[in-house]
């Protein structure tokens, strides 16, 4: 609040600074910290108080007349006076109207001070957002990047907000002579544009590759590993190799014919349909190269160990990109040669393109990320993501009787994201929070976090919700067992199994995880013995996304309807006696350790 004091004195906003900090003092007091651990009341609809809507009127007019400071005070004075549902909304323009009026470290503060109290997606966006302008206002680019990058990991933000934000972390990797990873975004965002927008980011793709040696072009071809920015990185060689038109074009589509599966970036050049074994199979829509490799590897070894024990249909790799349109291209292809059923995509750009594709009498496809809307007929949704295992914490969690959580997350995309998920479902259950912290992986130090996340919690119905990334998640466990003796539900990366407890022993931890992974009669049944041959030195990560790889097809085997009886009892085996749905329903079970360190499978989650 000092550094906030120092900020606001100045006489430009025309406010003594003992009242202004008198009155941010107020808001901060006023927001909710920490909820009561007993159940909350109905809620109860409360008209603004007259003050608040005097005070942001008057903020919006001067915002209207171009008054931005002016307006940025009323609108933290009109947060004073509000409730505590709008007190974020009006934080945020008071950060935006601060912003700009050129205060970019109250910008900052201000929307620093929203993504500490808020979990809404929209609202977490809008101050990403606005602390992103400001920083880059200050200088500090690596952190107006850091804005930029937690923005587009937020789901819920539009295709063109999403553009703009890669457009900028691209203007900034340039300034920093990160060159490579600057094309990376700019050739990421043009899939999500079309018309004047996209032709001029492919002008800015042009200008950067031509500003490059040859000699760099071709050692970012080996460090690049997404296929689209190699191609473009091959057809910027190309270019300069053939300067006759007709030689390039020749250069060009020869290129194309020795990579089956690319688009013509510059030409739109339609890709030939999959090879023959497409017929009758489940055919996927996986990413095979870059990031995602590893994990398509492990989840097609699972589909295939899962087709060879039940003998079902074969798997059939298609063509794949980053690319949405070359995979809704790919997607037609596959209905025309025969296949059977489809795996994936499982980006949301990529479904959308997909789904744009499709038409009613297609075969049926199961979806690997989460569907906007509700899936019609024929579309199934297996979100393989964690965040499917921390929406059913809090589900679990609830109607076991759990009503305060505090949470605590590593601070990485994954921990975010698994967070939020959480925190979303929990709330909309009517579940209470006692407090939220993020901590650093490896840093040993983690005491100060977990006290910050507990903070009153106690009594019947409290929990921690820990999001692990460790195998060994002890250290933390003991921080957490020297403040509160309540259960500790956790999820994530790990691998627990039977034979390694990592140190999870005690009373009242429980996991929710997949029963590939802990369950010895899957974890060595025939399934996973077929896995282990193919990725012998598989990671934790690999081996579940294996697991998922079985029950997909599981799932794909039942809406065919291609199972006999010995084929169900096999699949039973693997745990995939769910019915499938429309929306597929993740098999998860709860686990505990006992104090010699076994592992005990429970049917559900203990009540408090």
Not at 36 to 54: G, Q, R, W
């Amino acid at each position: 609040m000092q550094q906030l004091s120092r900020l606001f004195a100045p006489a430009w906003w025309r406010l003594g600074s003992t009242a202004l900090l008198t009155v941010l003092l107020g808001a901060c007091a006023s927001m909710p910290h920490t909820p009561a651990p007993t159940p909350a009341p109905a809620a109860v609809t409360v008209a603004p108080a007259p003050v608040e809507i005097s005070q942001a009127q008057k903020a919006d007019r001067l915002l209207a007349e171009g008054k931005d400071l002016a307006a940025a005070k009323e609108y933290i004075q009109a947060a004073a006076a509000s409730g505590a549902d709008q007190q974020l909304d009006y934080l945020l323009k008071a950060a935006q109207a601060s912003l700009d009026g050129n205060r970019t470290q109250v910008a900052s503060l201000l929307s620093a001070e929203v993504l500490r109290l808020s979990q809404d997606p929209s609202q977490r966006a809008k101050a990403l957002w606005i602390q992103a302008q400001a920083y880059q206002r200050d200088g500090q680019d690596k952190l107006a990047s850091g804005a930029l990058a937690e923005l587009i990991s937020i789901s819920s933000v539009s295709p063109e907000q999403r553009a703009t934000a890669m457009k900028e972390l691209a203007e900034i990797y340039q300034r920093e002579n990160h060159d490579l990873t600057a094309l990376d975004f700019l050739v990421k965002r043009d899939a999500l544009l079309s018309g004047a927008a996209k032709t001029e980011n492919r002008r800015q793709i042009h200008s950067l590759l031509d500003a490059q040696s040859s000699a760099k072009l071709k050692n970012w071809q080996g460090r690049s590993g997404d296929p689209i920015v190699q191609e473009w990185l091959a057809f910027a060689l190309i270019a300069r190799e053939h300067v006759e038109p007709a030689a390039r074009d020749a250069a060009f589509a020869a290129w194309l014919q020795a990579h089956p599966g690319h688009p013509d970036i510059h030409y739109g050049h339609t890709a030939a349909p999959p090879a023959g074994g497409a017929k009758g199979a489940i055919c996927t829509l996986l990413p095979t190269t870059g990031r995602f490799a590893d994990n398509t590897l492990a989840f097609t070894a699972g589909l295939q160990a899962a087709a060879q024990q039940v003998s079902g249909p074969a798997i059939h790799e298609l063509s794949d990109s980053s690319d949405p349109a070359l995979n809704a291209t790919q997607y037609a292809a596959g209905v025309q040669a025969g296949c059977a059923a489809f795996v994936g995509p499982v980006l949301p750009q990529d479904i959308n393109a997909v789904l744009g594709a499709r038409h009613p009498q297609d075969p049926p496809i199961l979806l690997l990320g989460d569907v906007a809307s509700d899936p019609s007929k024929g579309i199934y949704d297996f979100d393989i993501s964690l965040q499917v295992v921390a929406r059913r914490v809090a589900e679990d969690a609830f109607r076991a009787g759990y009503r305060q959580a505090a949470v605590l997350y590593p601070l990485d995309a994954e921990g975010a994201a698994m967070q939020a998920a959480f925190l979303e479902n929990w709330k909309r259950l009517g579940g209470n929070v006692a407090g939220v912290a993020h901590y650093r992986v490896g840093s040993g130090d983690t005491a100060g976090v977990v006290q910050e996340a507990l903070g009153s919690a106690g009594g019947r119905g409290a929990f921690t919700f820990l999001v692990t990334s460790e195998k060994n998640p002890a250290a933390i466990i003991t921080d957490i067992r020297a403040h509160s003796s309540s259960p500790i539900l956790l999820a994530g990366i790990p691998t627990f199994t039977s034979e390694d407890s990592g140190g999870l022993s005690g009373s009242k931890i429980y996991a929710l995880g997949m029963p590939w992974v802990f369950d010895p009669q899957m974890a060595d049944g025939p399934a996973a013995q077929a896995v282990k041959q193919s990725l012998p030195q598989a990671t934790a990560q690999q081996w579940r996304m294996a697991g998922l790889g079985v029950e997909a097809y599981g799932l794909l085997a039942k809406i065919l309807g291609s199972t006999a009886s010995a084929e169900r009892e096999s699949m039973q085996s693997m745990g995939l006696s769910e019915r499938p749905m429309q929306h597929g329903k993740r098999n998860l079970r709860w686990v505990t350790w006992q104090k010699n360190g076994a592992m005990q499978v429970l049917p559900q989650l203990p009540r408090p």
